[in-house]
């Protein structure tokens, strides 16, 4: 048996809600919430029965996780079982956020959130009042404490000209800030100017960010190991080898992993499934994607070259 079946996934993802409470301008997400998404009780089950799970990292993502009813006793069921918690939000609950932290244990959770610019930047790609509420929140999560606190900006037409004020303002405060390059919106490709490209690269914290963009969108991943190391849940349950292929790719059938409300809600079953095999396959067909997720994940343990052949970019500028 291949050892990642044995081992079990190094990380998932998983999205408690695809519900948001924003409609961010570079967002293509329809954010629609599932009419029947896990409650507290059925995650409790997965995280708990599992064997192969019980020294994953769990990414928390969505739609906005904090906009979910019941949210904080699932998060704070998953860090009392011991999980690592990787949480992304948009900051706009921050009263959800410290109910959370002020019953968890805070040394195994990191927090991102999402901020796109200054005030008025900010509140004009993403919501009106949307900088205040996360600035309260964290404000919250540094007087509790985290294991790291972190802001996420999308690089986009309409912040582009503000990048060091926003690094600048959040340098005191934060842990880490980590820039990511808007790639597509709505299927359509962004395409920067090549002084545009110029001026984005002085922010990027990755080798792999720099040669995708000065590659101008030809690097990809071609040997994907997704389903092996990482895997992401949905709302309402059903496993898929990757959020990429679950969100964006089609047909999803290919990604899909199993259902663990129909196998009595069990991750270790799932994995070394006839299903799961098959899904497996599958992505060893798939022509590649840059969806950071993966790319991480690539990097992190199966070696992604993200090497730069100088003699080929000077051929593209």
Same mark, same amino acid.
């Given at each position: 048996?291949?050892?990642?079946?044995?081992?079990?996934?190094?990380?998932?993802?998983?999205?408690?809600?695809?519900?948001?409470?924003?409609?961010?301008? +570079?967002?293509?997400?329809?954010?629609?919430?599932?009419?029947? $998404?896990?409650?507290?009780?059925?995650?409790?089950?997965?995280?708990?029965?599992?064997?192969?799970?019980?020294?994953?990292?769990? @990414?928390?993502?969505?739609?906005?996780?904090?906009?979910?009813?019941?949210?904080?006793?699932?998060?704070?069921?998953?860090?009392?079982?011991?999980?690592?918690?990787?949480?992304?939000?948009?900051?706009?609950?921050?009263? /959800?956020?410290?109910?959370?932290?002020?019953?968890?244990?805070?040394? /195994?959770?990191?927090?991102?959130?999402?901020?796109?610019?200054?005030?008025?930047? =900010?509140?004009?790609?993403?919501?009106? @009042?949307?900088?205040?509420?996360?600035?309260?929140?964290?404000?919250?999560?540094?007087?509790? @404490?985290?294991?790291?606190?972190?802001?996420?900006?999308?690089?986009? /037409? !309409?912040?582009?000209?503000?990048?060091?004020?926003?690094?600048?303002?959040?340098?005191?405060?934060? &842990? +880490?800030?980590?820039?990511?390059?808007?790639?597509?919106?709505? =299927?359509?490709?962004?395409? #920067?100017?090549?002084?545009?490209?110029?001026?984005?690269?002085? #922010?990027? +914290?990755?080798?792999? &960010?720099?040669?995708?963009?000065?590659?101008?969108?030809?690097?990809?991943?071609?040997?994907? +190991?997704?389903?092996?190391?990482?895997?992401?849940?949905?709302?309402? %349950?059903?496993?898929?080898?990757?959020?990429? @292929?679950?969100? #964006?790719?089609?047909?999803?059938?290919?990604?899909?992993?199993? &259902? !663990?409300? /129909?196998? =009595?809600?069990?991750?270790?079953? !799932?994995?070394?499934?006839?299903?799961? $095999?098959?899904?497996?396959?599958?992505?060893?067909?798939?022509?590649?994607?840059?969806?950071?997720?993966?790319?991480?994940?690539?990097?992190?343990?199966? %070696?992604?070259?993200?090497?730069?052949?100088?003699?080929?970019?000077?051929?593209?500028?």
């Amino acid at each position: 048996m291949e050892d990642f079946k044995i081992r079990g996934p190094y990380w998932l993802v998983y999205f408690p809600t695809d519900s948001c409470n924003y409609k961010c301008k +570079h967002c293509y997400l329809e954010n629609i919430p599932e009419k029947d $998404e896990m409650d507290y009780e059925e995650v409790m089950r997965i995280f708990s029965n599992s064997s192969l799970l019980k020294n994953t990292r769990i @990414g928390i993502s969505g739609g906005e996780p904090f906009t979910k009813r019941d949210i904080v006793d699932i998060l704070t069921g998953l860090s009392k079982m011991g999980y690592k918690l990787e949480i992304t939000t948009n900051g706009a609950f921050p009263e /959800k956020i410290g109910d959370f932290l002020m019953n968890s244990n805070t040394t /195994k959770v990191d927090i991102a959130i999402s901020i796109d610019g200054l005030k008025d930047i =900010n509140d004009e790609i993403r919501t009106k @009042g949307g900088f205040n509420k996360a600035i309260e929140s964290i404000k919250i999560i540094k007087d509790i @404490g985290v294991n790291l606190l972190q802001v996420n900006t999308v690089i986009q /037409k !309409l912040n582009i000209n503000q990048l060091e004020e926003i690094k600048q303002y959040f340098s005191s405060f934060v &842990d +880490h800030h980590f820039f990511i390059p808007l790639l597509s919106t709505r =299927n359509n490709r962004v395409d #920067y100017t090549d002084k545009e490209i110029e001026k984005i690269l002085e #922010y990027m +914290h990755y080798k792999f &960010d720099i040669k995708y963009l000065i590659t101008k969108g030809e690097f990809r991943i071609k040997d994907c +190991h997704s389903g092996q190391t990482t895997c992401f849940i949905d709302p309402t %349950g059903k496993v898929f080898t990757c959020m990429t @292929g679950q969100r #964006y790719f089609f047909p999803r059938k290919n990604y899909f992993m199993g &259902d !663990l409300r /129909k196998i =009595n809600y069990s991750f270790d079953d !799932l994995w070394i499934s006839k299903q799961a $095999e098959i899904a497996r396959k599958d992505v060893k067909k798939c022509e590649g994607c840059y969806n950071a997720c993966e790319v991480h994940r690539e990097k992190s343990w199966h %070696g992604l070259d993200d090497n730069i052949d100088w003699e080929i970019i000077s051929k593209k500028w």
